[in-house]
Structure formats: C-alpha cells, structure tokens
C-alpha cells in the first residue's frame, strides 16, 4: 500500500498564491499515477489535477487551468501543486490520490489510495 500525507494548507487572501505538498510512502512511487481533488462543503469531490508516472503529461480542471501547476520529484516521493490567483471558490480540502495505473484520469473511482486531505480557505 502507499500511505499520502498533504501539507501547505492554511488562509490565504484573493489573488494570493498557495503551493501544497503531498509526501508518498512505498517503495515504487515512480508507478503510480498522481493527482489532486478537491472537496468543498456541501459538494461533491472534484477534480482538480492529475500527472503521468513520469511526469510529462498533465491533466487540469478548466476552473483551474492556467491558474494552478502540478508536478512530481519521484526522487523524494513527492507531488505538488502550486496554486495562484486563489478565488474564494477554490475553498476546499484538497486530497492528493495515486493510481496504480498507466494512463492519466480525471475519475476520482480510478485511484487506489488517498490522502486525509488538507484545508485551503481563500478569505479576506
């Protein structure tokens, strides 16, 4: 199993910038797809972002395209995703997800493991 912890989370003001982290346990981090989700309250989980094994093909919501940017280091196990002109709709807790898998997907049914999730709040 792989084990996802997310980080970077807090309050951040309209138009401000946010970069959050996921670390992955497990020995083969290199296998798995990777990807961001996101929950905000009373909504269902969307889809914010998603990267291939090896890092060249990106996926990304077109709510958040051109605005937000993921990438892994498969070295140090670990994806990001840096997140600037926050709107106060992008309020949510963010979920880092890996697929053991070959091909990149925006189904959030498709991934095998999840993280707890870390809250954003873009607030003045």
């Known amino acids: 199993q792989v084990q996802l912890v997310e980080s970077g989370g807090g309050l951040v003001q309209p138009g401000g910038s946010l970069r959050l982290s996921c670390a992955a346990s497990?020995?083969?981090?290199?296998?798995?797809?990777m990807g961001w989700f996101r929950q905000a309250p009373g909504k269902e989980r969307e889809f914010v972002a998603a990267?291939?094994?090896?890092?060249?093909?990106?996926y990304y919501a077109d709510s958040v395209k051109g605005r937000f940017t993921i990438s892994r280091d498969n070295a140090q196990n670990t994806v990001q995703i840096q997140m600037n002109s926050l709107k106060p709709e992008d309020t949510a807790v963010y979920y880092c997800?890996?697929?053991?898998?070959?091909?990149?997907?925006?189904?959030?049914?498709?991934?095998?493991?999840w993280g707890q999730g870390t809250q954003v709040t873009v607030s003045s």
């Open positions: 997800a890996a697929e053991l898998g070959t091909s990149v997907t925006m189904r959030g049914e498709e991934y095998d493991y």
């Open positions: 497990g020995r083969t981090f290199s296998s798995y797809v």
């Open positions: 990267i291939s094994r090896s890092g060249v093909i990106t």
